[in-house]
């Protein structure tokens, strides 16, 4: 019994001396939490800004994505947020509606280094509620095609398709080239995922939601659009349609599984794993094909860094901010874990202009455009439309059926933000 | 009855030093059971939610809605079927294999009891996910083993958790594979505390092993069973980690839980309110299942 007293005394006294030298000499010390492989490298950028603020020290801690927003909420139920944050940029419209971060307006009109013209600006909307700025894009990504180049110019493709049509047409090609009944596809479009249905509506004009996004519009006439373009791969069978047969996308690919995938950067440094020796040069990625013959929008996905609004250190984590935004750091961050810059200036780096995969995603990166920015987002997406993809794709409603259940379920959804818009 | 109420008065100053000692353990249950119970049924009658958490004049206080949305809810039918069609298929194979695999542990002729029950128990102590990632492997379509196996006697391959009609069966094989040691354990056990000369005496009355079975056996772990069918339903009620790591409650939500429905409608899209009540409902009807099993049980007796 006494030791373990003695033992908790010992540990108050330290702790209060390890407070005690904390606010006792000059230095400030900011709490920034950073989320998965960036957690783990942004270490790594420090020294250079600890140099230039021995003023200023930087504590990383690190979050599991899949963690991220569970413990961040908690974390702000609990009055305990960090200074700063990395933050997915879909997620910034519940942090802004919680009203735990910061509006970051003051900052950019003072700032000298970050202005809005410095990146690409899909991205910096997404960072935008209402008429204000709460994050600082840092990285960023976005969909584009990864395709097999031979598999494609067997089917008569030199060039990767450039519209739907022409997606339609080479996906129809690739799965004449095998034998009937063979488990052989064209391209992987996943039931399980609501990305590529959001894109293509996006694509031709749907705002997906409507009346200040207080209503579901999947039944409006654009998105169904959209949603019939793409399960007609499945019911045709140019996609395979279950999730579970393609567990490892890379052998799928490397297989011939499919030939075509619509995914994200994240994927470049894996396929560049993977895909050696006779598949080495057999791969390439593509700008989306739009609906008519011209690059077509994706998403404007990444991260962004956001301040808490009970950090008492703000003007220092802006000068971290600042140290972020710069196109050297953008560049470094892009060689330790192949984040894309979100500055536009970044790119000319030689690392990033040598690769010939990332080229789709510079030029993608100007046809890049945010979801609906309401708390509900991930919500709908995640529990209400990949549900009714699915049910779509497998033909166990119509499609007309399937989108006019989704909105009516997405209404039940909005209904609380129907009544706030009232409230106001 | 004398001696009773005579060791009452005696004991009756210390009452207060007895419920001195609890105070620590009913505080602690007050706390961190009573008091969070309380509030989340209050919030089963709000709206709380994600706008609600940064500012709680935002949470409407809607009376039973959520009850009322719940019953309209297709994706709450859909988890509760799903649930109730894991709870009844799986509780009782999982007893039949784990009684199976218990007598046949128990019985003389079976050398290295040790190795088997500790095999047999491994599932038990794994990790749920690593264990999941693995069944993920052997029920994969194209490389796993399962179908690999079925393909030796002829038998064409299912996609085992792409399916929806086998996805379910899928999970059930793989909790029931998971689970069963565990009950097992206590089978073993029950079966120890049976009496050898009953058996002892039904040879000499000439029965046969299966009426042994019949006529000791069963009777005798009665008990045994009631508790872990009880525990078993209960546990499998709370089916959550299989599907989760699994098949995310798909295809076409043939395996979503009605503990992964409400985790989903609570942490992930933080309707917290709407968590709530579902939480209740699954309370009632697992509190009303052990009702109805101790009925059985009761009506056995007599």
Redesign the interface.
Known sequence: MCKYLTFILISILFLNLSCNSGSGSDQKVINFWAMGAEGESVRKLLPEFEKEHPDIRINIQMIPWNAAQEKLITAYAGNNTPDACQLGNTWIPQFAALEAIENLDSFITKSKSVSKENFFEGIWETNRIDESIYGIPWYVDTRVLFYRKDILKSAGYSDPPKDWEELYDASKKIKGLYKKGEEKYAIYIPTNEWANFVIFGLQLGSTILKNENSYGDFSGKKFKEAFDYLIRFHKEDLSPIGITQVTNIYQALADSFVAMYISGPWHVPEFKKWMTGDLKDKWSTAPLPGPHDSIGLSLAGGSSTVIFKDSENKEEVWKFIEFLSRPRTQAELYKLVNDLPAVKSAWEDSTLQNDEYLNAFYLQLHHVIPTPKIPEWEQIVFSKLQNYIEIGARGSMTSEEALKTLDREVNQVLEKRRWLLGKN | MNGKKISHKRYKPFASAAYLFLTPALGSILVFFFIPVIAAFAMSFT?F???S???WT?A?FIGIKNYI?LFEDP?FWISLKNTFYYVLAATPISIAVSLGAAILLNSKLIKLKGIFRLTYFIPVITTLVAVAIVW?FI????FGILNYLLEIFGINGV?????PNWAMPAIILMAVWKNFGYNMIIFIAGLQNIPEYLYEASVIEGANGWQQFKSITIPMLAPTTFFISIITMIGFFQLFAEPYVM??G????KTLSIVQYMY?EG?????MGYSASIAFVLFFIIFAGTLIQFKIQKTREL
């Open positions: 709206d939610d994600i706008y958490l940064g500012d935002k409407r949305n994706l993920r029920y994969h379509p194209r996609d085992w958790l792409g399916d098949t995310q798909g295809p076409l939500n989903h942490f992930r899209w933080w309707n």
